[in-house]
């Protein structure tokens, strides 16, 4: 049913009446695949709650620290909400650890020594990890270190190259790493059930190889994670999904307790590992924003594939599409031209509750070998569990969609994308 007496509210934010109605039968036709995907929050709700109970999360976990940060109940209780939510021994949450790639840096370094090679049996890591490694030369890569890399593409149909990944696992091989979102690639994103195939896999070669799974943007996408598939340690950021749009900053590795407390003497100093880093008094957030992570998330989800079923029906390729399972919350859509991508992305910054008054342009973003367009207009600046969508200007000019704090906003953002498209002259409903 059209929500007419949304109609005026809406055409005064911009949207015209034939994209409002296009949108509407579109968001009808979803309504079976929503309570799908609410009854999997409800599921990771429970989940949540149940690891803050156990933990007897109290009002002074919230006390702010400063200096060295020892004892630290607060922070310590969190790292035990975390690791009970996602059943690894033990987990590193913390403010210190200032975004994604840093978390998977901090993983790599400490569980990796001269002469180790990395491998990543699922094609090329992110973008901003190629630094990191050293695929692209960097100061202080993984490469200048000494350790080596190496990969096996997924096949064209994409799924494992098992012979390939079997041939590459060496006697240095010592560590995996398996990325579960797509990134900036075209390829599938993997289920959880996929990822467990793979490290089984792995470890029937040799069970020693210590099996990452970089878990960016796919947390309580599903009712389980890759820890409960065999991952020795799943990594990720808190201005993505577990931080609930909530967390400021950080980045969590959670895993077995050899890899964590490798972690931990990385990111501080050998010798003080997990028991100095103050939390300067971030923890209501971080305790929060996990608590709404799960609903959060779910609307994230709905936005995606309200996306995919806008877009697709338009004739853009979309990944995933229209109809397909989703293990992570990103949404691209193949637009074609980098006018397209600009006019999209204009359309998602004017829907923002921050800064929707400005113009994503394309600029050279560090970590990134393309120019990149990025449209946020978040409460936390670069957070990707807000309302955003960016992309490198390049073939097959794809736009990366991802996030909405809340269902409602999430729509209003892709309807707004649909008009900004409309008026540029390229597409006609
Ligand atoms: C976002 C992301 C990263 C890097 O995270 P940042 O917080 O941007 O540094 C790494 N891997 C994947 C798959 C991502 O989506």
């Given at each position: 049913?059209?929500q007419?007496?949304?109609?005026?509210i809406?055409?005064?934010l911009?949207?015209?009446?034939?994209?409002?109605?296009?949108?509407e039968?579109?968001a009808?036709?979803?309504?079976?695949?929503?309570?799908?995907?609410?009854?999997?929050?409800?599921?990771n709700?429970?989940?949540?709650?149940?690891a803050m109970?156990?933990?007897?999360?109290?009002?002074?976990?919230?006390a702010?620290?400063?200096?060295?940060?020892?004892?630290?109940?607060?922070?310590?209780t969190?790292?035990?909400?975390?690791?009970?939510?996602?059943?690894?021994?033990?987990?590193l949450?913390?403010?210190?650890?200032?975004?994604?790639?840093?978390?998977l840096?901090?993983?790599?370094s400490?569980n990796?020594?001269?002469?180790?090679?990395?491998?990543?049996p699922v094609?090329?890591?992110?973008?901003?990890?190629?630094?990191?490694?050293?695929i692209?030369?960097?100061?202080?890569s993984?490469?200048?270190?000494?350790?080596?890399?190496?990969?096996?593409?997924?096949?064209?149909?994409?799924s494992?190259?098992?012979e390939?990944?079997?041939?590459?696992?060496?006697?240095?091989?010592?560590?995996?790493?398996?990325?579960?979102?797509?990134?900036?690639?075209?390829?599938?994103?993997?289920s959880?059930q996929r990822?467990g195939?793979?490290?089984?896999?792995?470890?029937?070669?040799?069970?020693?190889?210590?099996c990452?799974?970089?878990?960016?943007?796919?947390e309580?996408?599903?009712?389980?994670e890759?820890?409960?598939?065999?991952?020795?340690?799943?990594?990720?950021?808190?201005?993505?999904?577990?931080?609930?749009?909530?967390?400021?900053?950080?980045?969590?590795?959670?895993?077995?307790?050899?890899?964590?407390?490798?972690c931990?003497?990385?990111?501080?100093?050998?010798?003080?590992?997990?028991?100095?880093g103050a939390?300067?008094g971030?923890?209501?957030?971080?305790y929060?924003?996990?608590f709404?992570?799960?609903?959060?998330?779910?609307?994230?989800?709905?936005?995606?594939?309200?996306?995919?079923?806008?877009?697709?029906?338009?004739?853009?390729?979309c990944?995933?599409?229209?109809?397909?399972?989703?293990?992570?919350i990103i949404?691209?859509?193949?637009?074609?031209?980098?006018?397209?991508?600009?006019?999209?992305?204009?359309?998602?910054?004017?829907?923002?509750?921050?800064?929707?008054?400005?113009t994503?342009?394309?600029?050279?973003?560090?970590g990134?070998?393309?120019?990149?367009?990025?449209?946020?207009?978040?409460?936390?600046?670069g957070?990707?569990?807000?309302?955003?969508?960016?992309?490198?200007?390049?073939?097959?000019?794809?736009?990366?969609f991802?996030g909405?704090?809340?269902?409602t906003?999430?729509?209003?953002?892709?309807?707004?994308?649909?008009?900004?498209?409309?008026?540029?002259?390229?597409?006609?409903?």
């Amino acid at each position: 049913m059209l929500q007419q007496e949304n109609l005026p509210i809406l055409g005064a934010l911009g949207i015209s009446d034939a994209v409002c109605r296009y949108g509407e039968q579109i968001a009808a036709s979803l309504r079976p695949r929503f309570d799908a995907i609410d009854e999997i929050a409800e599921y990771n709700q429970a989940k949540v709650l149940a690891a803050m109970q156990k933990n007897r999360v109290n009002a002074g976990c919230f006390a702010a620290t400063t200096g060295y940060g020892y004892n630290d109940v607060g922070r310590d209780t969190l790292e035990r909400v975390y690791a009970d939510c996602f059943h690894t021994e033990a987990a590193l949450v913390r403010p210190q650890i200032t975004c994604g790639t840093h978390a998977l840096a901090v993983a790599f370094s400490a569980n990796l020594l001269p002469g180790d090679e990395l491998l990543s049996p699922v094609g090329r890591p992110y973008d901003t990890l190629e630094e990191v490694i050293g695929i692209r030369e960097s100061a202080c890569s993984l490469k200048e270190y000494g350790v080596t890399y190496d990969e096996v593409a997924l096949l064209p149909d994409g799924s494992f190259d098992y012979e390939g990944i079997r041939r590459k696992i060496k006697p240095q091989t010592r560590l995996v790493t398996i990325q579960r979102s797509k990134g900036y690639a075209t390829r599938p994103t993997l289920s959880v059930q996929r990822i467990g195939e793979l490290i089984a896999f792995i470890k029937g070669i040799r069970s020693d190889i210590i099996c990452m799974v970089d878990n960016c943007y796919g947390e309580f996408v599903e009712r389980i994670e890759p820890s409960d598939v065999g991952a020795d340690m799943i990594v990720g950021s808190l201005i993505k999904n577990p931080g609930g749009g909530l967390a400021p900053i950080g980045g969590y590795i959670c895993g077995t307790k050899a890899c964590v407390d490798r972690c931990a003497y990385r990111l501080s100093a050998p010798g003080l590992g997990q028991e100095v880093g103050a939390n300067l008094g971030l923890m209501t957030a971080l305790y929060q924003g996990f608590f709404l992570a799960p609903t959060v998330v779910a609307g994230a989800l709905k936005g995606a594939i309200f996306a995919a079923n806008i877009y697709e029906r338009l004739g853009f390729r979309c990944v995933p599409n229209a109809t397909e399972s989703r293990h992570d919350i990103i949404q691209a859509v193949e637009l074609g031209s980098e006018e397209a991508m600009r006019a999209f992305c204009l359309g998602i910054q004017a829907s923002a509750p921050v800064d929707s008054y400005v113009t994503p342009l394309p600029w050279d973003m560090p970590g990134y070998d393309s120019q990149v367009i990025m449209a946020a207009g978040a409460f936390i600046q670069g957070s990707s569990i807000e309302l955003s969508a960016d992309g490198p200007i390049r073939e097959p000019y794809a736009v990366y969609f991802q996030g909405g704090l809340t269902w409602t906003h999430a729509k209003i953002g892709i309807l707004m994308s649909l008009q900004k498209l409309v008026d540029a002259g390229l597409v006609n409903l």
